[in-house]
């Protein structure tokens, strides 16, 4: 099953901020983020391992709530190269890496 | 340059064709995985590949076969094509271990007629 993103876009203004949340029904092991611009692959962001472990870009924060099974991820300050498709990505707590269920997707537009 | 590689980049088919799409990478990766983008339905995994001759099915691998006969390579197959597959292909290659940032390929987009 997949997880549920939303909001299911998001129109910004350059410098606002923007909150994507993914939720999903099954216990995890890791929250992967990826944005993917139009006519373009995939592009990691960040993952979020159950236990507090992170990888992920510099400018790029997010959270994972283990209990609730939910992950934010916080945009801050945007740009327009902030433009783009956000894709969550979870991973069972099986822990047998890596069946990755991805989320519909968040589309956000920034604006000038 | 470190990449993962797709051919080809574009395929127009007729049903019940067979035809199989490349997947290379350079970064001497174990893990290997298709996934198939369909508007409003995101990235779903088909298979992967958690090293040579260990592959295991995704989350709609109806109609796909794989094959990792070697580490670089993770072609998919479609043995008869219908039109309900045609779609946005991506394979997508990592690192085995917990923290493993998936790298993806340019895209293969399949029409199938």
């Known amino acids: 099953q997949q997880p549920v993103q939303s909001p299911q876009a998001v129109i910004l203004r350059e410098g606002e901020d923007a909150v994507i949340n993914c939720s999903s029904s099954?216990?995890?092991?890791?929250v992967h983020w990826y944005r993917q611009k139009h006519g373009e692959a995939p592009v990691f962001l960040m993952i979020?391992?159950?236990?507090?472990e992170q990888k992920g870009h510099e400018k790029i924060s997010a959270s994972f709530n283990e209990k609730k099974q939910q992950s934010s991820l916080y945009l801050t300050a945007s740009q327009l190269s902030y433009s783009g498709t956000y894709f969550c990505?979870?991973?069972?707590?099986?822990?047998?890496?890596?069946?990755?269920?991805f989320g519909t997707g968040t589309r956000l537009q920034v604006t000038l | 340059e470190a990449q993962v590689t797709q051919n080809p980049r574009y395929l127009i088919t007729v049903t019940g064709k067979k035809l199989t799409v490349t997947c290379s990478q350079n970064?001497?990766?174990?893990?290997m995985s298709w996934y198939r983008q369909d508007p409003g339905l995101g990235l779903r995994q088909i298979y992967y590949?958690?090293?040579?001759?260990?592959?295991d099915k995704g989350d709609v691998p109806e109609g796909y076969k794989v094959s990792r006969k070697e580490k670089r390579n993770f072609p998919l197959i479609l043995e008869s094509p219908s039109p309900n597959q045609t779609s946005l292909y991506f394979c997508?290659?990592?690192?085995?271990?917990?923290?493993?940032?998936?790298?993806f390929g340019p895209g293969t987009r399949l029409t199938v007629l």
């Open positions: 997508a290659s990592s690192l085995w271990g917990k923290v493993n940032e998936q790298f």
């Open positions: 099954k216990a995890l092991y890791s």
């Open positions: 979020l391992l159950k236990g507090g």
């Open positions: 990505g979870t991973e069972p707590q099986t822990g047998t890496a890596s069946k990755l269920t």
């Open positions: 970064m001497n990766h174990e893990y």
């Open positions: 590949s958690m090293n040579v001759e260990v592959t």
